[in-house]
């Protein structure tokens, strides 16, 4: 009904109806007036068939003002009147039949095409209404992909930063940056507990003076927002710093600090640090915003940790890579197959394969069939947990064919991928195994020398001395029966004195062989002379001697063990050598002192070094040890029929210091 009315209020309502009702007056003229009208046709057209189509116009204007309906309406109304127009009376019924006919179709037929086009219209501006809708609605959800977009680069950014960069003040660095392009804010300031001080030390800022990053550096739990943050475990928002009572540093205030946003930094459920927003004016956070700081406080939480627990790693790695390098004692890491996937030089130098290569050797390469037997029965106990005695003993045949004797600890490691790795460690022991068998073997060969030695002395004094004395004895007695006869006295107390001459001597010489006193009272050179002549004299085999360099002196318990070398030496020579000519040769340099002792005798077969007692050659073990307890090398170089050369080097840091 309102509707209706404000149609009736308009003039071209009324317009429309008056001229339909203009229509109707004409098409029925002569019932109104008294004369005909004059004017029948116009236009070629008769003068109803004018009024047809000024119905058919207003049926038109009718439809394109006011729709469909009033259309049909008014068509409805204008067939009405002009049908009776066919039962007055006309001379062309057939034409007004089609003239009437042909109304209705047009009418209807405009009609129905200007509504339909209309309301495709009206559906095309409802589309776009829908599309303008929808895309407003687009650019919303746009303008939001791009806000989260924007936030998921920051946290990707942070994300890629911690897994790109191993330091802790790279992380932070680019954190900071992420988050004043994301966040309307004017500073960042990040904060980390240190466990030994329990102290919140400021490790980044942004946006802010030095001298307020200082000021606000090493809160305590509890103090200020981000003491307070810490404390309770969860986030802060401060809207106006300056009148807050958990204010507890004035710098805050001085430095025009307005909003704050803190959040908590987490891993492992415990508290870490605080990641604090700053803004100089008073800020309202939104949602979004404080879930994104809080999202990125979890990344820098989880990043700290990770941080933390790679510094340890590469600290205890790096602290394992030096001792595994540095290690004395050899240390490989095999696979199941025995292959050799790590090995330090100790290693390498035990088996005597090196560097690379080492690397691709199998442990059966140096193990007897002994000990690989065991290595194998130790590898089924490792994999089955069972109890293994560590470290156990091991023979394993160096890359030149010797043996070595060590003992292994073997213990199971993962690999990354979960295979299980062998880990042995092991210690040379062969020298001290030697060392300690040849040292009971010498012991029981210094008692039964010395036993020798006794004997030898006892049958020296019986067969030598004591029959000398005895014969003097006998001549004593003789020279009592013969008192009368002076003439004899004479002569025999002197064969008497040349007897006891003879004993003298000799006690004299068995005395210079157990202490020379040349050796002590004029030193080395001069006793290694007098050695050289007497040893000469003895044995009649002819001896040089050459020093060259300038003389120097050691001290008196080295310059007996040298001694006793060059004694033994030469006492080797006439006792086993067979030798014709010995030389002696003593140099002086400004380190060493170098003895050599060179015979042509028939020379002999010489093994290692420590097996000198095993062999029986006592004098030469007994040579090493006195040159070990110099301090100096002893070598010993000697073929059969090409003679033997005795080398002693003799350190110079136990020279007397010069006067």
Not at 139 to 151: A, C, L, M
Not at 440 to 452: G, K, N, S
Request: charged share 25%; with cysteine; net charge negative.
């Amino acid at each position: 009904m309102k509707r209706l009315a404000a149609e009736l209020r308009k003039p071209l309502f009324w317009l429309i109806l008056l001229c339909f009702l203009g229509g109707v007056f004409l098409h029925y003229s002569e019932f109104f007036f008294s004369s005909h009208p004059s004017v029948d046709t116009f236009l070629g057209l008769q003068r109803h068939s004018i009024e047809r189509f000024l119905f058919l116009v207003i049926v038109i204007v009718a439809g394109v003002v006011y729709g469909f309906g009033v259309a049909m309406a008014y068509l409805i109304a204008a067939t009405l009147t002009m049908i009776p127009r066919f039962f007055l009376g006309t001379q062309f019924l057939a034409d007004s039949v089609y003239e009437v006919v042909a109304v209705i179709l047009a009418g209807v037929g405009f009609n129905w095409w200007f509504e339909s086009h209309r309301r495709e219209v009206g559906r095309r501006e409802q589309s776009l209404l829908k599309l303008d809708s929808i895309r407003q609605e687009l650019e919303s959800y746009i303008d939001t992909i791009r806000e989260n977009e924007k936030r998921l680069s920051v946290l990707h950014s942070i994300t890629t930063a911690i897994n790109e960069f191993g330091s802790l003040a790279e992380i932070l660095n680019i954190a900071a940056e992420k988050i004043l392009e994301v966040v309307a804010a004017d500073g960042v300031l990040i904060y980390l507990i240190n466990r030994s001080t329990r102290m919140l030390e400021l490790k980044q800022s942004r946006g802010v003076s030095q001298k307020f990053a200082d000021g606000v550096d090493r809160l305590e739990f509890g103090e200020g927002f981000n003491g307070w943050v810490v404390q309770n475990r969860k986030p802060a928002f401060i809207e106006d710093s300056a009148s807050d009572p958990r204010l507890s540093r004035d710098v805050v205030r001085k430095e025009g600090i307005g909003s704050q946003f803190i959040v908590p930094l987490m891993a492992r459920e415990e508290v870490i640090g605080t990641l604090c927003i700053l803004s100089r004016s008073r800020k309202k956070f939104t949602a979004e915003e404080e879930q994104l700081l809080t999202l990125i406080g979890s990344e820098l939480g989880v990043a700290m940790e990770r941080v933390a627990l790679s510094e340890e790693t590469e600290r205890v790695g790096r602290r394992y890579r030096e001792l595994f390098v540095r290690a004395h004692d050899a240390i490989w890491m095999q696979d199941m197959d025995g292959r050799i996937l790590a090995a330090n030089q100790a290693a390498a130098d035990l088996t005597g394969y090196g560097g690379e290569e080492n690397r691709r050797t199998n442990v059966t390469q140096f193990l007897t069939p002994e000990a690989l037997e065991l290595a194998r029965e130790v590898r089924r106990k490792l994999l089955s947990g069972s109890e293994v005695e560590q470290p156990y003993e091991q023979r394993v045949i160096r890359r030149d064919g010797t043996e070595a004797i060590i003992m292994l600890t073997t213990s199971i490691i993962m690999d990354e991928s979960g295979k299980p790795i062998f880990q042995n460690i092991a210690r040379d022991v062969t020298r001290e195994r030697r060392l300690a068998e040849n040292l009971r073997l010498y012991a029981r060969q210094i008692t039964h020398a010395h036993e020798e030695e006794r004997k030898r002395i006892a049958r020296e004094l019986h067969d030598d001395s004591m029959q000398a004395l005895s014969i003097l004895s006998r001549r004593v007695d003789e020279l009592i029966t013969l008192q009368s006869r002076r003439s004899k006295i004479a002569k025999l107390l002197e064969e008497i004195r040349a007897e006891i001459d003879s004993v003298l001597a000799r006690i004299r010489l068995f005395a210079q062989d157990l202490r020379p006193p040349t050796l002590e009272y004029l030193g080395l050179i001069p006793a290694v002379r007098e050695l050289v002549s007497q040893v000469g004299q003895q044995t009649g085999i002819q001896i040089d001697l050459h020093i060259d360099g300038e003389e120097r002196h050691f001290m008196p318990e080295d310059e007996l063990l040298i001694y006793r070398i060059i004694q033994e030496a030469l006492r080797n020579v006439w006792r086993h050598a067979s030798a014709k000519q010995v030389h002696v040769a003593i140099h002086f340099d400004a380190r060493n002192a170098t003895v050599e002792v060179t015979d042509d005798g028939k020379g002999f077969v010489i093994g290692e070094d420590l097996r000198f007692v095993q062999a029986g050659k006592i004098g030469l073990a007994g040579m090493q040890e006195r040159a070990d307890l110099l301090g100096g090398t002893l070598s010993i170089e000697s073929k059969p029929g090409q003679g033997t050369t005795v080398t002693l080097v003799a350190p110079g840091d136990h020279w007397k210091p010069k006067v």
